[in-house]
């Protein structure tokens, strides 16, 4: 069995000749073309000689059974095809005629590929605003684009929306190419079989390395979000989580769990975990409860205070500060945020806090680690933003390790 080797495919698939030159070169390097893929070429690996190639564009993506016989007749096999293109080759000493012999002819085979180009870029031209449209409301619309990026939700949309802006440059240059290809052609210039193809092809290989990689990275970012992503019930004890508990908060022996399950969760009492590549740990936690005998001051109903939490241990510091400004905003009213207090602290980069009756939030950072607490009920300030930083030291702690 043969050795298949694969290159990256050029993306300008419209370079007819220097396409052409370069199988043919490969061939004198005992590399024979066996098919033309999505991203790669595949060559054979044989006895180095010289082959001739000719690519032939047909109106539809596939090509007649007829159109292949009456080339093998004139010395030229069929190798491969890849969409509208079909490579035919022959040894170089068996002399075969040229498929083609009048350069007007082949410039009519040409016009169906270039409406249908043409079409394809008028669809991704109107395609692409909608997508950065619909990608800058997601970014921006709320004002917590750092919060956004940090989740790691948007990337993904993110990616998909360069890669369209990518099909749209691609179609413009295909367009144009096949145009002045074919105008070329008209004009009686026929196509060089043997055009230098070292500089524009190994160029123009970029694209599709950077291609594969977009598209790998697109695949594994969801994927691992998805694994990475889950709910699970509060369990009561420390399970060594970097949350502030409620109980801690609390310290009443009388602190029972206010509880709500659905589908097995405590929904009331529950930890999510999530990933992202800009946040590789982020933990979502909520804790309820209710202190039987005890009301509220305002006599509104039993005394239940509960407490939620958003931890994120960040790939760059450089995302913190702004990631701070990020949760004040998506977390607090509109009259709230300009009443948080920014407090001083020994062991943090930097503490805001918001007070008013019954409630109470607190958004802290150090290193590469921010936390947004949600408290409602009345224990302590201080005790609070307290315990808010120990957790917060045990993160930037095994951070540093």
Do not use: C
């Not at 969409?83 to 040229?98: D, L, M, T």
């Not at 692409?128 to 917590?144: H, I, K, R």
């Not at 202190?291 to 994120?312: A, F, H, M, N, R």
């Not at 307290?386 to 993160?395: C, F, H, P, R, T």
């Amino acid at each position: 069995m043969s050795k298949i080797v694969r290159k990256i495919r050029p993306s300008e698939y419209w370079r007819i000749g220097e396409h052409e030159s370069y199988f043919s070169d490969m061939s004198l390097k005992g590399l024979h073309l066996h098919k033309i893929g999505t991203y790669f070429i595949h060559f054979k690996k044989g006895e180095p000689k010289r082959i001739e190639y000719r690519m032939e564009v047909t109106k539809k993506k596939s090509i007649s059974y007829e159109q292949i016989d009456l080339y093998e007749e004139n010395g030229w096999e069929h190798v491969t095809s890849y969409q509208y293109f079909h490579v035919f080759s022959s040894p170089e000493e068996s002399n075969a005629p040229e498929i083609h012999t009048d350069p007007a002819e082949q410039a009519y085979t040409l016009q169906r590929l270039s409406k249908i180009l043409l079409v394809n870029l008028i669809a991704m031209s109107l395609i692409v605003p909608l997508s950065f449209g619909l990608l800058s409301a997601t970014w921006f619309l709320d004002g917590t684009p750092v919060l956004r990026l940090v989740e790691g939700h948007i990337i993904q949309q993110s990616i998909m929306s360069i890669i369209l802006l990518f099909y749209v440059y691609y179609s413009i240059g295909a367009a144009r190419a096949i145009r002045s290809l074919k105008r070329d052609l008209k004009e009686g210039k026929a196509i060089n079989h043997h055009a230098p193809w070292q500089n524009s092809l190994h160029k123009n290989s970029v694209f599709p390395f950077i291609f594969i990689v977009v598209a790998l990275v697109s695949t594994i970012l969801p994927v691992m979000q998805l694994i990475k992503m889950d709910t699970y019930t509060l369990p009561q004890e420390d399970i060594g989580l970097p949350i502030v508990r409620l109980a801690d908060i609390e310290q009443n022996p009388l602190l029972k769990r206010d509880e709500y399950y659905i589908d097995e969760v405590d929904w009331a009492n529950r930890y999510s975990t999530n990933w992202g590549i800009f946040a590789p740990v982020q933990y979502e936690v909520d804790e309820s409860g209710i202190v039987e005998g005890k009301t509220w001051l305002d006599e509104s109903g039993p005394y239940s205070p509960s407490i939620s939490s958003e931890v994120y241990e960040l790939t760059f510091q450089a995302f913190a500060a702004p990631l701070v400004a990020d949760l004040i905003k998506w977390n607090s009213y509109e009259e709230e945020i300009d009443s948080y207090v920014e407090i001083d602290h020994a062991t943090l980069d930097e503490l805001l806090v918001y007070e008013e009756e019954g409630k109470k939030q607190i958004v802290a950072a150090k290193g590469k680690v921010v936390m947004y607490v949600r408290y409602y009920g009345y224990a302590d300030v201080d005790h609070l933003i307290e315990n808010v930083a120990q957790k917060i030291e045990v993160l930037a702690k095994k951070d540093n390790i």
